[in-house]
């Protein structure tokens, strides 16, 4: 069973507008998030994480939002730039499964100049 | 610093062969990760170590797959009798245990096709 989900495969934004890239997950014991970027032939790099303590997470123009009522959490790149243009994944984590991520499918996300 | 790095970048074999793959993590981090990623998925767990032991390795799809690391720093990912299905990318990410953020920082891959 899939337990975390990107059900959108891709996003097409323009320049300058904002790119939100959206995560759900199914089991209650996650309680760490993580957004990775990832480049053709390259490695996932990560981007920007949320504890479960927290709603929200800034940094530059990456916030990540969480809403564990509902099980989701967004991505939020503000403005976007052409640059940006790769696959994200949603991860998460739970201490007691020793903190080994759960992926999501991806999104590929393309930023049009 | 230096990242996590891995060999070969891509590797080629037949069915049936034997391969390993090679992780070097970052230095310090105590734990490390294999994840395997095939066409259109995220990647997935195969094993986890903490230091030289496996702490979790219930990741591994069969006895075929088996991996070691003995030092408590690089790490080796050994696939026996391969099969075309284990054709995928192979990531190792490494991460430093304890405090409150838990980012893994992963390496390049390993291209693996078995023809």
């Known amino acids: 069973d899939q337990q975390v989900k990107q059900n959108s495969p891709s996003l097409s934004v323009q320049e300058g507008r904002i790119s939100i890239l959206n995560c759900d997950y199914t089991?209650?014991?996650?309680?760490?998030f993580l957004w990775y970027k990832k480049y053709p032939a390259e490695g996932p790099t990560f981007l920007i994480s949320?504890?479960?303590?927290?709603d929200k997470n800034e940094d530059g123009r990456f916030t990540v939002f969480l809403n564990k009522s509902a099980k989701h959490l967004s991505l939020h790149i503000v403005p976007s730039q052409p640059g940006d243009s790769a696959v994200y994944f949603c991860a998460a984590s739970a201490q007691e499964y020793g903190n080994k991520l759960v992926f999501g499918a991806g999104t590929i996300l393309r930023v049009k100049s | 610093g230096a990242g996590v790095s891995q060999t070969p970048s891509n590797k080629v074999t037949e069915k049936g062969k034997y391969v390993e793959l090679r992780c070097d993590p970052i230095?310090?981090?105590?734990?490390l990760y294999w994840y395997r990623q095939s066409l259109g998925q995220g990647p997935e767990f195969l094993i986890y170590f903490q230091g030289t032991g496996a702490a979790d390795d219930s990741g591994l799809p069969n006895d075929r797959f088996f991996a070691v690391r003995p030092e408590g720093s690089v790490s080796t990912l050994k696939i026996q009798r391969t099969e075309r299905g284990d054709s995928a990318v192979y990531l190792c990410?490494?991460?430093?245990?304890?405090?409150?953020?838990?980012?893994?920082?992963f390496g390049p891959g390993t291209r693996l096709t078995v023809l």
């Open positions: 089991n209650s014991m996650f309680d760490y």
């Open positions: 230095s310090g981090h105590t734990a």
């Open positions: 949320i504890s479960s303590i927290k």
């Open positions: 990410a490494s991460s430093s245990q304890g405090g409150m953020e838990r980012e893994q920082f």
